[in-house]
Nanobody, 122 residues
């Protein structure tokens, strides 16, 4: 399994939008996004089950962030709207090829991308 590769990060003013992409190889059970701000723990943003397309987005981000995938089921997207300075973080893509249980759950072998920086200025 090749590690996912993120793209689309950058700098934007508050209120702006960015779309992150994550390219994976092979078939995955699910894919998701995490983020880590300076001095903070990594937190889950959301995920999508590759087969069904069922998505989950953290409650605090619902309404602003949307997760989707392409029809080939190899590219994951994170659409971020109405960005705030507190969204500044390194965003990581993760893929789960363990075809059971909850997506990206603790104990599973997860493939991680190297991350892409998102900076939101006020």
């Amino acid at each position: 399994q090749v590690h996912p590769v993120e793209s689309g990060g950058g700098s934007v003013q508050a209120g702006g939008s960015l779309r992150l992409s994550c390219a994976t190889s092979g078939y995955t059970y699910c894919m998701g996004w995490f983020r880590q701000a300076p001095g903070k723990e990594r937190e889950g943003v959301g995920h999508i089950y590759t087969g069904s397309g069922s998505t989950y987005v953290a409650d605090s981000l619902k309404g602003r962030f949307t997760i989707s995938r392409d029809n080939a089921k190899t590219t994951l997207y994170l659409q971020m709207n109405s960005l705030k300075p507190e969204d500044t973080a390194v965003y990581y893509c993760a893929s789960d090829v363990n075809f059971y249980g909850a997506c990206l759950s603790t104990g599973k072998r997860i493939d991680w991308g190297k991350g892409t920086q998102v900076t939101v200025s006020s």
